[in-house]
């Protein structure tokens, strides 16, 4: 079978398909017939050896997916329509993944946009829930909000009743944005006097940070009392922030770290929970992943070098069949 892979941490350039053994599955491995994967950041710094788990080249990228089912545990039905998530391993023709990080698709969500679905939705969900103890009538600020953790967090956040503001580079992004659900967007620059305005000087309940760099501190800034700024990633490339803690005190506000997958993969049934969290939200309609770009099979490296490009909106996805 094909797939996309890994043979040397030189980064997405030099990622190649290749001819590799079909997987056997485990007795609690569902195996499936790969339609759509999604991209996502930890391919780019799988592909550059950057990642915290560094699997051995050659190694297959591929953290969502979505297909159908070739065979599985109880629960699991060939044919049946699935989307998962994993480390790697998911941009393949057929793949053996967990029963426990595999959730049945509903059948008017498509593939694409199941590919879109997990790691992104299922981290906010945890973010915002779980971490951020979102409360319906808050407000939420969004940052990298046209990318893909960025406009799940939009519609996850709406799903629990909250208000949200968008923080984007640019109006096209604005745009996406708005059309993922963001109440409000603003621009990266001078967004702090934006959010002032906007929140008749309260300041937000919620800051989700996947972006980190320049604007971090502007973002502790812009919590209202007890506000909580959640720490999601880095993908300005800027370095770490660093947190002068009076300010913390001085304003009661928090600053907490959100490691999804450290998490969940060590709680079986968690991953299943979040799911039945999210399927009310997918529904409604309220959780609809914006797709944006679409590859083959063969452009998986040139994904991956669009998203390092932050030319992404939404969320980009490669079509295996």
């Not at 793949?95 to 059948?107: E, G, I, K, R, Y």
């Not at 993922?180 to 006097?193: M, T």
């Not at 800051?207 to 009392?225: E, I, K, M, N, Q």
């Not at 300010?247 to 993969?265: E, I, P, Q, S």
């Amino acid at each position: 079978m094909r797939a996309a892979q890994v043979v040397t941490t030189t980064g997405p350039a030099d990622v190649v398909v290749n001819d590799v053994p079909e997987p056997t599955p485990g007795s609690d491995d569902v195996l499936v017939e790969v339609h759509s994967v999604g991209i996502s950041f930890p391919d780019l710094l799988l592909s550059k050896g950057e990642y915290q788990m560094k699997p051995e080249v050659p190694f297959t990228l591929g953290v969502d997916f979505a297909g159908t089912v070739v065979s599985g545990p109880d629960g699991f039905e060939p044919g049946q329509r699935v989307a998962g998530v994993g480390g790697w391993g998911g941009a393949a023709e057929l793949v053996a993944n967990p029963a426990m990080s595999t959730f049945a698709l509903p059948d008017h969500v498509s593939y694409d946009e199941g590919a879109a679905l997990p790691m992104n939705y299922l981290t906010a969900q945890f973010a915002l829930a779980e971490r951020g103890g979102l409360e319906a009538g808050e407000t939420v600020l969004v940052h990298g909000a046209a990318g893909g953790v960025g406009t799940a967090t939009i519609q996850v956040a709406k799903g629990y009743g909250a208000r949200t503001i968008a923080v984007v580079s640019t109006e096209e992004k604005a745009e996406v944005a708005r059309t993922a659900g963001a109440d409000e967007a603003v621009l990266l620059d001078g967004f702090r006097d934006a959010v002032k305005d906007l929140t008749g000087g309260k300041g937000v309940d919620v800051v989700v940070d996947v972006v980190g760099g320049d604007a971090f501190t502007d973002s502790l800034r812009s919590l209202a009392p007890q506000g909580r700024l959640l720490v999601v990633g880095f993908a300005a490339g800027q370095g770490i922030p660093e947190v002068k803690v009076n300010r913390l005190l001085l304003n009661n506000v928090d600053v907490r770290g959100v490691g999804w997958g450290a998490y969940a993969m060590v709680r079986p049934g968690f991953m299943q929970q979040q799911w039945q969290e999210l399927l009310p939200m997918l529904e409604s309609g309220v959780v609809r992943p914006p797709i944006g770009a679409t590859y083959d099979l063969d452009g998986f490296g040139q994904a991956l070098l669009d998203m390092e490009a932050r030319k992404t909106l939404g969320k980009s996805v490669v079509r295996v069949r």
